[in-house]
């Protein structure tokens, strides 16, 4: 994201572009994870509210500019067959909290902070955030931060596990790129179809994912990855994976 002078809080276009990057990672084939990072001293400051409020500008109703916008964003994260790592690298407040949650793993800097600033302007917790949040912390953290919008700490958040990583504001982006590189040497089947397991355990019963496990097992099982991998194990080389 990289519009440091507003704290990379989003713009319509800011989304396209994103979007559109996302996109082409996706369709390339040969792209293993993703890392959503911000350019100068924030993450992201979620929307850009002086678009939100220009009688002008380009949102009318918010529910549908969030439809076409935050919604379509976090669900494509989530729909990625790819990790995406977020490297929190300052504030990421509003959306941009909550964007930085959808992702896959969170590496946060040192003095990075996380602000459910929509209390504050009287809107409501979105990009998946009244969905992650009590998910990720528990019912009574989630409703204290999203009602006081107060800023925690990178610290206080991993606490709260909604941080996976802590590192040093220098260390950040090497951190983050070094993940990027263990899930590129990571048989890549095997990440898809674990992501499509984790994001089903939420919503259903015990029964229920013993069956999701049990068919998303048998399609990795049936995999070139899942060949590849156990073959150069009992060999004792390292595997080469294809690129798709
Ligand atoms: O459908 C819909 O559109 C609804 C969707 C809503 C999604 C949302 O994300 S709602 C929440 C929107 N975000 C906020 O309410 C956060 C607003 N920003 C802040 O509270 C503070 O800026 C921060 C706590 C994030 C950081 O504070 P601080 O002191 O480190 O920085 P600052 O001085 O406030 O900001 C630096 C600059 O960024 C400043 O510009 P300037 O004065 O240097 O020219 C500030 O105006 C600008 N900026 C920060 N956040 C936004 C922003 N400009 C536009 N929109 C912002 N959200």
């Not at 459910?116 to 949040?133: A, E, M, N, R, Y």
């Not at 982006?173 to 992501?195: H, I, Q, V």
Request: hydrophobic letters at 45%.
């Amino acid at each position: 994201m990289n519009r440091p002078d507003a704290l990379n809080s989003f713009t319509v276009d800011m989304h396209r572009e994103l979007f559109d990057a996302l996109a082409t990672a996706e369709s390339d084939g040969s792209v293993r994870s993703i890392v959503l990072t911000g350019a100068g001293r924030g993450f992201c400051a979620g929307q850009d509210l002086g678009e939100a409020s220009d009688p002008n500008g380009p949102i009318d109703d918010l529910g549908v500019h969030l439809e076409n916008t935050y919604n379509r964003l976090v669900r494509t994260i989530r729909r990625l067959p790819i990790p995406v790592i977020a490297a929190v690298n300052g504030v990421a407040a509003g959306a941009g909290a909550n964007i930085a949650l959808a992702c896959d793993i969170v590496l946060a800097g040192r003095s990075a902070k996380f602000v459910q600033s929509f209390s504050k302007i009287s809107l409501v917790p979105d990009s998946g955030g009244t969905w992650t949040l009590p998910r990720l912390v528990g019912p009574q953290r989630a409703r204290a931060l999203a009602l006081l919008g107060d800023a925690i700490t990178a610290e206080q958040a991993q606490t709260f596990g909604l941080v996976w990583q802590v590192v040093d504001d220098t260390a950040l982006r090497d951190a983050a790129l070094a993940m990027a590189e263990r899930f590129a040497a990571l048989p890549p089947e095997g990440l898809k179809l674990t992501k499509q397991a984790l994001d089903t355990a939420m919503e259903t019963t015990f029964d229920r994912q013993l069956d999701i496990e049990r068919d998303l097992q048998s399609l990795a099982g049936q995999s070139a990855d899942n060949k590849e991998a156990v073959t150069a194990f009992l060999e004792k080389r390292a595997p080469v994976f294809k690129v798709k």
